[in-house]
């Protein structure tokens, strides 16, 4: 009554097709190596290159409330008085090799590592400080009207991004 010849109806699942699996993993591998090379080919140069290279000063939460021009502007500023951007990005990577070599080191020096990172984080804070004072010109320089356009903008913003479980205070009238 089992006999495997007769109970063989069911229709077979088909077997795991490597190739499929190998072209689809290729094709993967192709669009991330174009997407890293184009990324690399579109990213150098231009005249705009130190503003480019400015705008990951970050200027927190006002990045999203600024028009382009406004971001345009501060990063104008950011590289003016920043001429050696390059160099400011080879000290943040270095900051982070001295982490990097304080957590794999044996005997493992937890002042070593604390070092590092007070090194970073102080330059970085520095880097927060330009940042905000460059901001903060900017913005004294506003109209009254500009600046209630970058508070209801900085509103905005806040509402696509809640993070908070308390909201902003309303904008008075």
Same mark, same amino acid.
């Given at each position: 009554?089992?006999?495997?010849?007769?109970?063989?109806?069911?229709?077979?699942?088909?077997?795991?097709?490597?190739?499929?699996?190998?072209?689809?993993?290729?094709?993967?591998?192709?669009?991330?190596?174009?997407?890293?090379?184009?990324?690399?080919?579109?990213?150098?140069?231009?005249?705009?290159?130190?503003?480019?290279?400015? =705008?990951?000063?970050?200027?927190?939460?006002?990045?999203?409330?600024?028009?382009? =021009?406004?971001?345009?502007?501060? =990063?104008?500023?950011?590289?003016?008085?920043?001429?050696?951007?390059?160099?400011? =990005?080879?000290?943040?990577?270095?900051?982070?090799?001295?982490?990097?070599?304080?957590?794999?080191?044996?005997?493992?020096?937890?002042?070593?590592?604390?070092?590092?990172?007070?090194?970073?984080?102080?330059?970085?804070?520095?880097?927060?400080?330009?940042?905000?004072?460059?901001?903060?010109?900017?913005?004294?320089?506003?109209?009254?009207?500009?600046?209630?356009?970058?508070?209801?903008?900085?509103?905005?913003?806040?509402?696509?991004?809640?993070?908070?479980?308390?909201?902003?205070?309303?904008?008075?009238?």
């Amino acid at each position: 009554m089992n006999d495997p010849k007769t109970t063989s109806l069911q229709p077979q699942k088909p077997a795991f097709r490597w190739g499929r699996l190998v072209l689809i993993v290729s094709l993967a591998l192709n669009l991330a190596v174009a997407g890293v090379v184009g990324g690399a080919i579109l990213g150098r140069g231009g005249p705009d290159r130190n503003g480019l290279a400015a =705008r990951d000063v970050g200027f927190g939460m006002f990045n999203e409330a600024f028009s382009e =021009r406004d971001r345009k502007e501060l =990063r104008k500023t950011y590289a003016k008085a920043n001429p050696n951007i390059r160099a400011e =990005r080879q000290q943040m990577r270095d900051d982070l090799r001295a982490v990097l070599t304080a957590l794999r080191a044996e005997p493992f020096d937890v002042e070593a590592l604390r070092g590092a990172l007070k090194a970073g984080a102080a330059r970085i804070e520095a880097r927060q400080a330009q940042g905000q004072a460059i901001v903060l010109d900017y913005l004294t320089k506003m109209s009254g009207a500009e600046r209630a356009e970058v508070a209801n903008q900085l509103e905005k913003a806040l509402k696509r991004h809640p993070r908070e479980a308390n909201p902003p205070p309303p904008a008075p009238e």
